[in-house]
């Protein structure tokens, strides 16, 4: 056991702020979005965000202006990018956009209702349905391809901005193969993991080792 890893399981709430070596995640998922409420399919559509969903970010703007950010990332997608652009401007950061933060490719299915989706592909949606770590939509991504893509780019960031604190505003999928791959869970617990439009999670690493200190967090 490393000396990390050892103090982990020993230290107080106190004594893990104190840790200079920590690097923080703000983790947010982006406000609701304008096919929200018609169950559609939407991966690397570029949708925006409603009236709500801006409020949302505000929301989360407010809640990071005194946690000291000094990275700001979103995705390249419209609704991040935005999103970020809302967050930036309440704690003066000039938010990155990288495509790699990207949420699922759904290839064929993009912009399908789940109706539309179960009458054109049936045999596939219930394929999906018992095999979704793996099974790959035509001309889209499994998780298990989102998982590699986003936790590849993270650890780059990661090490990039060791000791600092990371703000990324990205989607549902990719934040819940970030929070499961940190708890060690297997990609087919993902719909265990709730993720709210405009939600915060705050994953602290230390030396490597991640400890999940808020989870799906709304106010």
């Not at 989607?171 to 709730?194: E, Y």
Request: proline letters at 3%; one cysteine or more; glycine letters at 8%.
């Amino acid at each position: 056991m490393t000396k990390i890893a050892s103090l982990l399981n020993t230290a107080s709430h106190r004594e893990l702020e104190q840790l200079e070596d920590r690097t923080r995640l703000y983790l947010v998922r982006h406000g609701e979005i304008s096919t929200s409420r018609e169950w559609r399919y939407v991966g690397h559509m570029d949708v925006d965000l409603t009236e709500t969903g801006i409020k949302q970010m505000e929301r989360i703007g407010d809640r990071l202006k005194n946690e000291q950010i000094d990275v700001l990332f979103s995705s390249d997608l419209q609704r991040t990018r935005k999103g970020a652009e809302i967050v930036g401007r309440i704690i003066g950061i000039t938010p990155q956009p990288v495509p790699a933060f990207r949420e699922i490719n759904l290839g064929e299915w993009e912009g399908l209702t789940r109706d539309q989706i179960v009458a054109r592909f049936p045999a596939e949606f219930e394929e999906r349905s018992q095999n979704l770590p793996y099974f790959r939509i035509r001309n889209g991504e499994s998780f298990a391809d989102l998982k590699t893509r986003v936790i590849r780019q993270l650890e780059i960031v990661l090490a990039q901005y060791k000791g600092k604190n990371i703000a990324l505003i990205a989607h549902g999928g990719v934040n819940r193969v970030i929070i499961t791959h940190v708890l060690g869970m297997d990609l087919s617990n993902l719909t265990r993991l709730d993720q709210a439009y405009g939600c915060l999670n705050i994953i602290d690493y230390f030396d490597g080792m991640p400890v999940v200190r808020l989870l799906n967090s709304v106010e």
